[in-house]
């Protein structure tokens, strides 16, 4: 819920509230302008211009941005081609802007005084969301009906149907729920961790070289796991898209 003014508190959990900025409430719907936004159209912008950065030359010997840019698209196409095969290549613009999303939210996150939208399990919910229906969709489309054999895995006696379908099922419509659980709690409980340790660097003073220390370390750990985190939900999204192109 989005609240006005200042924060109710400058606890750990202080720095995932969500604060409107611009109201907007047309019809009595409220869509207003949060710090949310804000930094989701940052990351937007960031990754258009990094893009756009690292292309706008075309050399044959790249430059740094360049590099970069070549790299990322390399990272994201042999995932693709490793995960979904040649037929995944049509949903490589999908796949690369949802990890780019991803990655420099969980980016932003990491500036200080900024917001992590990624922490918030409506926007990684929403992700998993688009996700699931669209994978489930791209099945209905590829296989018709016979996309509804997932649920009875081959080989298995027919007798065990009555068991194995509501299992199936269940697994199969917990996905979305993993997926956006797994970027949230990771983002939430990094970010509290760091907000923890670095209240005691000030509250020890002098003392404060130890926790010091351990935000330094855990600052580096936490890059190293917004990295990760986006390239998990990435990969799961083409196991998913595979599953439904190829129903293994």
């Known amino acids: 819920m989005a609240v006005e003014g200042e924060s109710a508190g400058h606890g750990p959990l202080a720095q995932f509230e969500i604060h409107r900025w611009i109201s907007i409430e047309p019809f009595g719907v409220d869509l207003s302008f949060t710090n949310s936004a804000l930094f989701m159209t940052i990351a937007v912008v960031l990754a258009i211009g990094f893009l756009m950065l690292g292309t706008r030359r075309h050399a044959l010997v790249p430059g740094r941005w360049q590099s970069v840019a070549e790299l990322s698209y390399e990272f994201i196409a042999n995932m693709i081609r490793d995960n979904v095969g040649q037929d995944g290549r049509k949903y490589f613009p999908f796949i690369f802007t949802l990890f780019m999303f991803v990655f420099f939210g969980n980016m932003l996150g990491m500036v200080p ?136």
């Open 113 to 248: 005084y900024s917001f992590t939208y990624t922490s918030h399990i409506i926007v990684t919910f929403a992700l998993a969301a688009v996700v699931f229906v669209g994978v489930t969709t791209i099945g209905f489309m590829r296989h018709g009906i016979r996309f509804l054999g997932f649920l009875m895995p081959a080989g298995i006696p027919v007798f065990m149907a009555p068991l194995i379908i509501p299992i199936e099922i269940l697994s199969y419509f917990t996905r979305p729920v993993s997926l956006a659980l797994r970027l949230f709690a990771n983002m939430t409980a990094g970010h509290t961790m760091l907000k923890v340790f670095a209240s005691f660097v000030f509250g020890l003073g002098v003392f404060g070289i130890v926790p010091l220390a351990l935000v330094t370390a855990l600052t580096g750990l936490e890059f190293i796991i917004a990295f990760l985190q986006a390239y998990v939900f990435t990969i799961l999204t083409c196991v998913y898209l595979n599953d439904a192109l190829h129903m293994h």
